[in-house]
């Protein structure tokens, strides 16, 4: 895989980023880049990026805030249970420490798999292949489906995949991965052996066990859109995935990001 800069971005942003990266370095808080940088990394698709993608643990958050707010930066905690922003004039960096349904969350994992990449001159560690598509994998919405990332990941990264690892993420999800490798299959003919045949024998044999459960009243497509499963929590009362026991979101969490749909 290359290692140049990846992502396209407008000369006045490369220097805010550059002087974000250099503080970030110094400080020897841990991070890894995501977003279009890391995508183009894998996939060799440059993008126009107007943001960087910051990820860094939870436990760091604050910590990374308080870096920014003492070099005259303005930072806010945008959604407390997964993102933060860093701005400054009309520039912004997404801080990123989980996801907005509260299932990838950044841990340890993310930065023992990470990559090398070289982003706007500085070598940087960059979102590992799998935690990619993992997050990615859950973006379903009518504004912004990122299916089509995961497909291209897939495609151009597919055969340097830790699969057992990849599944792993997934957990009890595991159908939303399959639904992805499914339609790789679809788009892609002559790139089928890239998903390895045992894994989609495994997931198809799960597939045919899956029973009716009639007291599992859980709607789970909150987990693939904050909006459009709304209605079937309302009407059928069905309860959210993205809440406790479910879940690891909280009930007031849950509220905020849904206020801010229309926002």
């Known amino acids: 895989?290359?290692?140049?800069?990846?992502?396209?971005?407008?000369?006045?942003?490369?220097?805010?980023?550059?002087?974000?990266?250099?503080?970030?370095?110094?400080?020897?808080?841990?991070?890894?880049?995501?977003?279009?940088?890391?995508?183009?990394?894998?996939?060799?698709?440059?993008?126009?990026?107007?943001?960087?993608?910051?990820?860094?643990?939870?436990?760091?958050?604050?910590?990374?805030?308080?870096?920014?707010?003492?070099?005259?930066?303005?930072?806010?905690?945008?959604?407390?249970?997964?993102?933060?922003?860093?701005?400054?004039?009309g520039s912004v960096i997404d801080v990123i420490f989980s996801s907005g349904n509260g299932v990838a969350r950044v841990d340890d994992e993310w930065?023992?798999?990470?990559?090398?990449?070289?982003?706007?001159?500085r070598r940087v560690q960059l979102c590992p292949q799998e935690e990619l598509i993992w997050s990615k994998a859950f973006v379903l919405e009518r504004e912004r489906y990122d299916g089509a990332d995961v497909a291209?990941?897939?495609?151009?990264?597919?055969?340097?995949?830790?699969?057992?690892?990849?599944?792993?993420?997934?957990?009890?999800?595991?159908?939303v991965l399959f639904s992805h490798l499914t339609l790789f299959c679809f788009i892609y003919p002559d790139q089928r052996d890239v998903v390895p045949a045992g894994l989609m024998e495994e997931l198809a044999g799960r597939l045919t066990r899956l029973t009716v459960e009639p007291d599992n009243h859980v709607c789970f497509g909150t987990l693939l859109s904050r909006e459009q499963y709304l209605p079937d929590l309302e009407r059928h009362s069905y309860l959210d995935a993205r809440v406790s026991p479910h879940g690891s979101l909280t009930p007031d969490e849950v509220r905020v990001w849904t206020d801010a749909i229309d926002k």
């Open 111 to 121: 930065f023992a798999h990470a990559a090398e990449g070289v982003v706007l001159g």
């Open 1 to 89: 895989m290359q290692t140049s800069d990846t992502a396209v971005c407008d000369d006045p942003l490369a220097a805010f980023y550059t002087d974000a990266l250099a503080l970030l370095e110094a400080s020897g808080i841990r991070f890894l880049l995501g977003g279009s940088f890391a995508f183009a990394r894998y996939t060799n698709l440059d993008r126009h990026t107007k943001d960087l993608d910051v990820f860094v643990r939870p436990s760091d958050l604050a910590r990374t805030l308080e870096l920014f707010d003492a070099e005259g930066y303005e930072t806010e905690l945008t959604f407390p249970h997964w993102l933060a922003k860093v701005k400054r004039g």
């Open 152 to 175: 291209h990941l897939l495609r151009e990264a597919g055969r340097e995949i830790d699969w057992r690892r990849l599944l792993a993420r997934f957990g009890s999800r595991w159908p």
